[in-house]
């Protein structure tokens, strides 16, 4: 195998679309990102931001053009790979704790985070009995973190992890992801609060119908 190349990013992407039919969702995107960074993917309903973070994820496939998740194809990288749907994918008639003990049994085969201590991370206590169901918006959305931070992943795909919080809730959410990032996680978030997410952002992408409508990478001074 050959030794990995120090200057590649985490997320490479070369001019790739992806289309359903004649309809165009992402048209000739290009990006790279470097570990512990993280880019906010900005723009309106339907321009394209959930398909990229799935395409990162390797769930679909690009129709054009070349993408790479850490120098492999997303499907083959997928064990480095953590994806928060915008749909809570927990049991909401099981505690936070419950459910995380449910999915660390999926991962019988990898060393993982203990429920309790993916709970603690995100600040949830691992002994409350309260069902998920009961949970506030902001308490479900960080277990929901919990729950993809389990596998120790190394890139982290969160999509609109601020939809319906409270200020104090999304502040503590924002606190969370930059407490990862100095830990060397990679992010990429989806959002339409740009106030709210620029301050963790080094990448702001902006997406319109499918297209790049603006870059700002805040740590190289760069805007187009």
Known sequence: ????????????????????????????????????????????????KSTLLRLIAGLIRPTHGNLRVFGEKPHDARDRIGYMSHALMLYEEFSGAENLRYFAALYRE????????????????????????????????????????????????????????????????INLLAGLRTQGKTIVLTTHQRDLAEPLADLLLTLQAGAVASLDDKSAGVRA
Do not use: W
């Open 110 to 173: 990898r060393h993982t985070m203990t429920p309790e201590a993916a709970l603690a991370a995100v600040g949830l206590d691992p002994a409350l009995t309260r069902p998920v169901g009961q949970y506030s918006q902001g308490m479900r959305q960080r277990a929901s973190l919990a729950r993809i931070l389990l596998s120790r992943p190394d890139l982290l795909l969160l999509d609109e992890p601020f939809s319906n919080m409270d200020a104090t809730s999304a502040r503590q959410m």
């Open 1 to 48: 195998m050959a030794a990995p190349n120090s200057l590649a990013g985490v997320i490479e992407l070369d001019s790739v679309s992806k289309l359903y039919g004649t309809f165009v969702a992402l048209r000739k995107i290009s990006l790279t990102l470097h570990q512990g960074r993280c880019c906010v993917l900005l723009g309106e309903n339907g321009a394209g």
